[in-house]
T-cell receptor, first 110, second 112 residues
């Protein structure tokens, strides 16, 4: 079952620019997480934001959560070529079910 | 040790074969998961084990059989698979709560 929709599906930017990805979901959540996946490899946990939090920062990452609109955004500032990957939001329903969104493919050109 | 280790990394099997995927973690996480991911799609949850007991089966066909021999090991037994079962199979573990999941690098399975 799919809980989240992400947009854009694909994003191409130049190094140094900011990248913003959006995630919308359908049901109440315990927390929302963002993951990165380099081509054909495992996922790497980036950041977790709890349902009672509105914004969280980690290095060049900024995540916002609006539970009234059931949406979240991930901002990567000053992007680098190494940030090229697929990014997924994932919603934790507090039932040991982590359900992934459709993903955004980010390409950062040097 | 902060990793989830999956073996093998690649597997090619015939439709009549029986094979197993293995996953191991030594972080003391209470929950372990199997996900299936097709190309350019998000991972889809298959099974969840919590404290070594199967807690979630997402209506997965019986040709996939999970097993959790102990708190550090998770297996996925495969039998009579179909070509459409070809995918990246990901294992993950988590302590739950406000902790994220740790994923292995996956097993790329091809059914011929």
């Amino acid at each position: 079952s799919q809980q989240g929709e992400e947009d854009p599906q694909a994003l191409s930017i130049q190094e140094g620019e900011n990248a913003t990805m959006n995630c919308s979901y359908k049901t109440s959540i315990n927390n929302l997480q963002w993951y990165r996946q380099n081509s054909g490899r495992g996922l790497v946990h980036l950041i977790l934001i709890r349902s009672n939090e509105r914004e969280k920062h980690s290095g060049r990452l900024r995540v916002t959560l609006d539970t009234s609109k059931k949406s979240s955004s991930l901002l990567i500032t000053a992007s680098r070529a190494a940030d090229t990957a697929s990014y997924f939001c994932a919603t934790d329903l507090n039932t040991d079910k982590l359900i992934f969104g459709t993903g955004t493919r980010l390409q950062v050109f040097p | 040790d902060t990793e989830v280790t999956q073996t093998p990394k690649h597997l090619v099997m015939g439709m009549t074969n029986k094979k197993s995927l293995k996953c191991e973690q030594h972080m003391g996480h209470r929950a372990m998961y199997w996900y299936k991911q097709k190309a350019k799609k998000p991972p889809e949850l298959m099974f969840v084990y919590s404290y070594e007991k199967l807690s979630i089966n997402e209506s997965v066909p019986s040709r996939f059989s999970p097993e959790c021999p102990n708190s550090s090991l998770l297996n996925l037994h495969l039998h009579a698979l179909q070509p459409e079962d070809s995918a990246l199979y990901l294992c993950a573990s988590s302590q739950g709560g406000v902790y994220g999941y740790t994923f292995g690098s996956g097993t790329r399975l091809t059914v011929v």
